[in-house]
């Protein structure tokens, strides 16, 4: 007998016997009532009458057996009913026929939800994450899957003398990520404890101005794509078009031709079996093809597997503001081959990325600025998405603090912040460890100089509940605020780790030689495009602002799911609305400035990609930079009335700002798009009027899709 007669257990719906728990009745019917009143007090007044009801008629009911679930709530549906709050019943009850349709559609999946996710997120960790058999039969829950990462990584800990034991690391790592507050990038989800093994993301490759070093380095790719990795390259070494190949007297094809050949391989080649490769192709400014590469996507259907970026130097930009003549040089032979009008060459990259949203720009003399180790050598190429400038042959893993899981009472709870910033670092540096790397030579320049990327995913959720409108200039100051801050404790933990394990090898030749205390890693910071892993977290993707507030998505089974933003939704109830009237015209526009009966406050927090200013994404871009020793993913997404000058404005303002690279997207501008709000793309509602559509595995960002990865 339990605490007032009630039962010690519960039997739940799948059979186990679990403890009995009051509270969570309080916290249903307050759910319930808060649904329904929009008010707090009152709700949670309801709530400890109603559950006092219940728990006598359970006492009565179920002296010595463990009650199952059912019975609860149908007890919880009488007691409500009896206290006359026939209208909040009727909220509980729909809440339970949705959580059953929801039991169901898992089930039909096959799958075994133990966190309750929601279903698409299920269909994400299906088809790319959970461990199958050999007859592809889902053989992990999300639980174990989280704690499969978690022990694989704590046991580095094993390797070094510290006050943190092995068991306690895991512990520590499995509730973080189990509470999804911080989720490593996707390969050390997909990997961590698996044959492959192979954790990191983001790799650089080089590509040598030979045949040989051409097709080694293709080999090499094809490898990292297996494993679950993403690949950067400039081809900036290659000769140009048309160059003599001394060993046949015949001419060469130029970068631009090998490119293609990298891009049907990565078509073919399925990553870890579970998604399609990524790449990243970078030319110099100054490289006699670049105008072949800078047009390279205006074909259709090319390069699809690419995301393009002409590599602009200082010089470049400073000729294209004075208006004066650049030289392109054979990289070869180090000699001019011809002059060109910069501002020509600038506005066929503006013109191109207009129409295509390729290429972007890397800002690489900005990049080497900030290089931790030029002694090493000089940096020329980015990972797929643009945020980690790597060293020829470096690897970089990644994760990201949830931010939304960072606010208690619409405050920065900074001791949690700070508490995760320390244990997700240490997780990264374990993960150098632990990996198993796909080449040599990767291994070795990546233990030398121990790079980790931790970021952030969740930022427009935490705006919203501290209130502050993503387009404001409070949103910006309190971005450099917040990534000072993390940036700050990620040095912290990582002198922290140096004085238990070591500094990075190449400590001495990096520019923090002269520093009094040694770091373990050479860079630590990154804001990657989080994709799948916001999809899991069930949160806004890296630093973009919400794309949509209601929407319908298309999940991985071909289904479709209504979606609506739950901070909206509960900013709603406690604004007593009637949202269900609305709800159509909002996913038909994607936004709420357009929409009737909306006050004019939660329009102006509630924001969404296209109802922000180019110059307002931008500067939130910069904010983060300013205290990011990698680099910023981000998407400036244009509408489709965007012009050609404002990508021009947009590109000439960010290497203002000292962004270390930019990326723009105009909707529509290509044939297929994952976030899309037209007839040709949408699903429609009830009266045939388009909603806003997303692919399953949209998060934000790029609507072009590319930046998923």
């Given amino acids: 007998m339990g605490k007032k007669g009630l039962p010690r257990h519960i039997r739940k719906r799948d059979g186990s016997i679990v403890k009995f728990d009051e509270s969570r009745i309080v916290r249903a019917v307050r759910k319930a009532a808060l649904e329904v009143l929009a008010d707090n007090a009152r709700a949670q007044t309801i709530a400890a009458g109603v559950t006092a009801l219940a728990l006598k008629k359970i006492s009565d009911r179920f002296k010595t057996t463990a009650p199952p679930i059912e019975d609860i709530q149908d007890i919880v549906e009488a007691s409500l009913m009896e206290e006359g709050y026939s209208h909040i019943a009727r909220s509980y009850i729909i809440y339970r026929h949705k959580r059953s349709d929801i039991r169901q559609t898992k089930s039909a999946l096959g799958l075994k939800d133990d966190l309750k996710l929601g279903v698409n997120t299920m269909q994400v960790l299906k088809k790319r994450y959970l461990l199958k058999d050999d007859t592809q039969a889902v053989i992990e829950t999300p639980s174990e899957m989280f704690r499969r990462v978690a022990k694989t990584v704590a046991e580095v800990e094993r390797d070094y003398k510290s006050d943190v034991s092995a068991d306690q690391a895991e512990e520590q790592f499995y509730a973080m990520i189990r509470g999804r507050q911080f989720l490593p990038n996707s390969p050390t989800l997909m990997n961590a404890g698996t044959s492959f093994g192979q954790l990191s993301a983001c790799f650089v490759l080089p590509v040598d101005d030979s045949i040989d070093g051409i097709f080694e380095t293709l080999k090499n790719m094809a490898r990292i794509h297996q494993t679950g990795g993403g690949t950067g390259f400039s081809f900036s070494r290659l000769r140009p078009k048309g160059a003599l190949v001394s060993s046949t007297k015949g001419q060469a094809s130029g970068p631009v031709s090998f490119m293609s050949i990298f891009d049907k391989a990565t078509e073919v080649i399925v990553q870890g079996g579970r998604r399609r490769g990524a790449n990243m192709g970078i030319l110099r400014c100054d490289h006699p093809d670049i105008v072949d590469f800078i047009e390279a996507k205006m074909q259709k259907g090319g390069f699809e597997n690419f995301n393009l970026s002409v590599a602009v130097t200082d010089r470049f930009m400073a000729d294209v503001g ?17 002059k060109i009008k910069a501002r020509f060459l600038f506005d066929l990259i503006v013109n191109a990325a207009w129409r295509t949203g390729d290429p972007g720009l890397v800002f690489i003399d900005e990049i080497n600025r900030h290089n931790p180790t030029p002694q090493i050598g000089r940096i020329e190429a980015t990972n797929p998405c643009g945020e980690l400038p790597l060293l020829p042959f470096e690897s970089c893993n990644l994760g990201s603090i949830n931010l939304a899981k960072m606010v208690t009472n619409r405050r920065v709870d900074r001791p949690r912040l700070t508490e995760t910033i320390h244990w997700a670092v240490r997780f990264l540096d374990n993960v150098i460890d632990v990996n198993n790397y796909p080449l040599e030579a990767i291994a070795g320049a990546t233990l030398a100089n121990r790079k980790i990327g931790l970021g952030v995913m969740g930022f427009a959720d935490m705006l919203i509940q501290l209130g502050i409108p993503y387009n404001s200039p409070d949103a910006v100051d309190f971005a450099k605020k917040l990534m000072r801050l993390i940036h700050a404790e990620s040095i912290k ?17 990096s520019v923090y030689a002269k520093q009094t205390n040694k770091r373990r890693n050479a860079t630590l910071n990154t804001i990657a495009p989080t994709g799948t892993i916001s999809i899991i977290a069930e949160c806004s993707g890296g630093i973009e602002p919400l794309f949509a507030i209601s929407f319908v998505r298309n999940v991985l089974s071909g289904a479709k799911l209504f979606e609506t933003n739950p901070y909206f939704e509960h900013a709603a109830k406690q604004k007593g609305l009637n949202i269900g009237k609305t709800h159509a015209e909002i996913a038909r526009q994607g936004s709420l400035q357009n929409v009737k009966d909306i006050p ?43 012009t050609v000058e404002d990508v021009r404005r947009i590109y000439l303002t960010a290497d203002r700002l000292k962004c270390k690279g930019i990326t723009i997207y105009r909707y529509g501008s290509k044939d297929r798009q994952v976030l899309s709000f037209n007839k040709a793309h949408g699903s429609q509602s009830a009266d045939g009027s388009p909603l806003c559509t997303a692919d399953g595995e949209y998060s934000g960002g790029c609507a072009a899709g590319l930046c998923t990865f």
């Fill in 600 to 642: 004019e406050d939660m329009k102006k927090l509630f924001v969404t990609a296209f109802d922000i200013t180019p110059d307002e994404h931008l500067q939130i871009q910069a904010a983060f930079q300013k205290h990011t020793d990698n680099a910023v993913s981000k998407t400036i997404n244009l509408p489709a009335d965007a």
């Fill in 493 to 509: 933990a990582s002198v922290s780790l140096a004085e238990q394990r070591g500094a990075f090898p190449n400590f001495r030749k």
């Fill in 322 to 338: 004075a208006d004066r003549d650049f030289r392109l040089v054979n990289p070869q032979t180090g000699k001019t081959t011809t």
